[in-house]
């Protein structure tokens, strides 16, 4: 079992940048490929990026390239996801979560095994 808890959440302006966090617990968390997700008010949970256990692959939805960046550090047992840039649509909460099996690129929502519960992003224009 792996616990996972989203951090570094807030209010910036267009713009901006914030790093979030994420952060396991319980069983280590290095095998695991960990992604991101985002949910806004009213729509469904989208694919944000994803990072391979070793930190040397890493995926990126289309529309997000460039803008953000998936890092890991496993001894910290902890993966983080740079947001610059960020616009207003950003908006939403964002989890994290960790998939033991897997076919990469990993990118569904079932593909996933462990949930955090999300930290709020709130992008002000």
């Known amino acids: 079992q792996v616990q996972l808890v989203e951090s570094g959440g807030g209010l910036v302006q267009a713009g901006g940048s914030l790093r979030v966090a994420c952060a396991a617990s319980?069983?280590?968390?290095?095998?695991?490929?960990v992604g991101w997700f985002r949910q806004a008010p009213g729509k469904e949970r989208e694919f944000v990026a994803a990072?391979?256990?070793?930190?040397?692959?890493?995926y990126y939805a289309d529309s997000l390239k460039g803008r953000f960046t998936i890092s890991r550090d496993n001894a910290k047992n902890t993966v983080y996801l740079q947001m610059n840039s960020l616009k207003p649509e950003d908006t939403a909460v964002y989890y994290c979560?960790?998939?033991?099996?897997?076919?990469?690129?990993?990118?569904?929502?079932?593909?996933?095994?462990?949930w955090g519960q999300g930290t709020q992003v709130t992008v002000s224009s």
């Open positions: 979560a960790a998939a033991g099996t897997h076919t990469w690129p990993v990118v569904h929502i079932t593909d996933y095994d462990y």
């Open positions: 319980g069983r280590t968390f290095s095998p695991y490929v």
């Open positions: 990072i391979s256990w070793t930190g040397g692959f890493t």
